[in-house]
């Protein structure tokens, strides 16, 4: 039984930094693609960045791209969203989910009902 986490938000100042992981302390995420999402307060979840098992990357919002980055570590059993160059718009619960289909990462970002297990959210506020 999947079971993810998310950990490593907080509060950061705009431009600073955060590294957020996802992990999953019983079940082995080698063979399933992992997505990253995030919501704003009063807005719908959105995909950003997904990986697959072989280390693929598909992004799907402009505005993180060259400033978010993910990676998966399968060693630590951990997927990685670094985010550099942080703007107030970033601020929203961050989620990672996970699903097995090959077909997860260029179809299912922009769909989260689809995806079959979810972390329960880590929130990041970027203030001054």
């Known amino acids: 039984q999947y079971q993810l ?3 490593g938000g907080g509060l950061v100042q705009p431009g600073g930094s955060l590294k957020l992981s996802c992990s ?3 079940s082995s995420l080698d063979s399933w693609s992992i997505g990253w ?3 704003a307060p009063g807005k719908a979840r959105e995909g950003i960045v997904c990986i ?6 598909t992004d799907y919002v ?8 993910i990676s998966r570590d399968n060693a630590k ?3 990685y969203l670094q985010m550099g160059s942080l703007k107030p718009e970033d601020t929203a619960t961050y989620y990672c989910a996970a699903d097995y289909s090959i077909s997860a990462c260029p179809t299912y970002l922009d769909s989260p009902q689809t995806w079959a297990y979810w972390g329960q959210g ?3 506020t970027v203030s001054s």
């Open 24 to 26: 999953d302390s019983g």
């Open 77 to 79: 059993n951990t997927v």
């Open 122 to 124: 880590t929130p990041v």
């Open 5 to 7: 986490v998310e950990s």
């Open 62 to 69: 402009d505005s993180v791209k060259g400033r978010f980055t």
């Open 37 to 39: 999402f995030r919501q």
């Open 52 to 57: 697959n098992e072989r280390g693929t990357v």
